[in-house]
């Protein structure tokens, strides 16, 4: 794990990942404002005009669930610009990942793995919507720790394990997809999903360095890259050894 980490980030500084880290970062940005603006919209909404409609068209019992939702994106954004592009930092490299994540497992391939069959880049629709997925989820998350940020750290707990889970699942199928059918590279991450989320809480890790998180993209396909090849490997070993009536 740590060998695999060592190697993505020694990637990092080379001509083709800087080019695609300044192309990530100036998208995640992008994608920062406009969450921000989003959930500040949204918070404006809820506490006129939305919340009068929601409880007209649902009934007066969601007032306490519309107040509830209103408390959780007031806290979301009175944590702070600072503190908000870290937790929303997962659900923005989810996005990012879906334009840029191909370019960086193929460098990876291709400098370390040269041997190897080169990988075949999955369909942007599947690669998108994956993506999509994963950063609404990450977003949802982010949400409902949002409340618990301040009691006993409880929130910052879960969001770091919930993020290692999310972002180590998602870097490690976009590797997987390209070297296998999406059926066998979802089959290689639930037969060794505690080692990949053990992986991801690395990535995890990345993503709470301000700034440095902009680079997230890059290490977390990189170093997912490495963690799959690995992963692959001892799948086609532990194959190769079985009894040949099995």
């Known amino acids: 794990m740590f060998r695999a980490a060592s190697l993505a980030i020694a990637q990092l500084t080379s001509p083709p990942f800087r080019s695609v ?55 979301a954004l009175g944590a702070g610009l600072f503190a908000g592009a870290i937790f929303l930092m997962p659900s923005v490299t989810s996005l990012v990942a879906s334009f840029y994540a191909d ?73 997987a997809v390209r070297q296998q059918p999406i059926g066998d590279a979802k089959a290689l991450w639930r037969d060794n999903r505690t080692r990949i989320v053990t992986a991801g809480l690395l990535v995890a890790a990345f993503v709470l360095i301000p700034i440095v998180n902009f680079a997230t993209p890059l290490f977390a396909t990189a170093y997912m890259v490495h963690i799959h090849k690995r992963l692959a490997a001892e799948r086609r070993r532990d194959l190769l050894e079985l009894p040949s009536d099995a």
């Open 21 to 75: 880290l300044l192309k990530s970062a100036g998208l995640a940005l992008l994608l920062l404002a406009v969450l921000t603006v989003g959930l500040y919209q949204l918070v404006a909404w809820l506490g006129g005009e939305g919340g009068t409609w929601i409880e007209t068209s649902l009934g007066a019992s969601w007032h306490n669930a519309v107040v509830a939702l209103g408390w959780v994106l007031t806290i």
């Open 103 to 175: 370019d960086v497992a193929a460098e990876v391939e291709q400098e370390h793995y040269p041997d190897d069959p080169p990988g075949v880049a999955p369909p942007i629709g599947y690669a998108i919507v994956e993506g999509l997925k994963t950063a609404l989820l990450a977003l949802l998350i982010y949400l409902c720790a949002a409340p618990f940020l301040l009691i006993g750290g409880i929130g910052a707990v879960a969001f770091f394990l919930a993020t290692a889970y999310l972002l180590g699942r998602e870097y490690f199928l976009i590797a």
